[in-house]
């Protein structure tokens, strides 16, 4: 069980500790790396486990997670969308250095109108392969949907516990075409005792200071999500770091964010079972009981 700040034991610890521990880690054991943008320290291998059980969302206390810009990339994901207009027009800009004309030339990808991403994570979750033309082309009934293998895998009673229930966002045939490769790469779906899902994951690359927590809430919100549409109960996200990095202007920040003791974890409330993935939106989330520490400025870096 989690500990909340006000009602714990000295046994219990809470879930978020897991991160804080690993800022600690790379404070004290990291490597300066020099990287394609910027400085980091960095260490190799990490791993977290956080529970989904009693509708438990582990968006991270110690300082404020953008949960709704994160709700709206994670269903433009799974729409299977490449377009960053349709985020920057929700107001969500997480994308846009990466859509800058700038930056996509500086990738080759002169031919792709500004805000065109190529084949990045949607793309490959729903078309896997599918030959790329632009953001705006229909690629229904092309390449390999893997995530509506995976639902209707969930779906059914006698294959649901299949361990063959993974889906890849790395592919080495589009990494070229894409404006950025994918950090987090595969993530496998597992059920156990009949209806509890779980979600691993493993993230090539991870900031931990601002891409880390929008991370694990994004996947976490996933399985709440593909267990309220297949009928299952959501149990654990665990989350596996190939490099896990701070970008040094980030130190500082995050030796204030470890002083801090992590709140209760808030609750999410799916309302609406749709007929189809594609149809959820960001209504049907209620996020109720969040508390979290004041806000913490670090800059993204692209």
Known sequence: MLKSQNNMS??????EEQYLELIKNIINNGSLEIGRNGNTYAIIGSAMRFSLENNRIPLLTTKKVAWKTCLKELLWFIRGDTNNKILTEQRCNIWKGNASREFLDSRGLNHYEEDDLGPVYGHQWRFFNAKYTDCHTDYNGKGVDQLQYIIDNLKNPDTRNSRR???????????????????????????TCGNKLSCSMYQRSGDVGLGVPFNIASYSFLTSLIAKHCDLIPHQFIYHLGNA?????????????????????PIVDIESKRENINDYCLDDF???????HKPLKMEMRV
């Open 10 to 15: 000295t046994e219990e610890k809470h879930d």
């Open 165 to 191: 229930l993974v889906m890849s966002a790395w592919n080495p045939c589009q990494l070229d075409e894409m404006a950025l490769p994918p950090c987090h790469v595969l993530v496998q779906f597992n059920v």
């Open 286 to 292: 209620k996020i109720s009981n969040y508390e979290f």
């Open 245 to 265: 990095h701070i970008y040094d202007d980030h130190m500082d920040c995050l030796k204030q964010q470890i002083e801090r003791v992590p709140y209760d974890f």
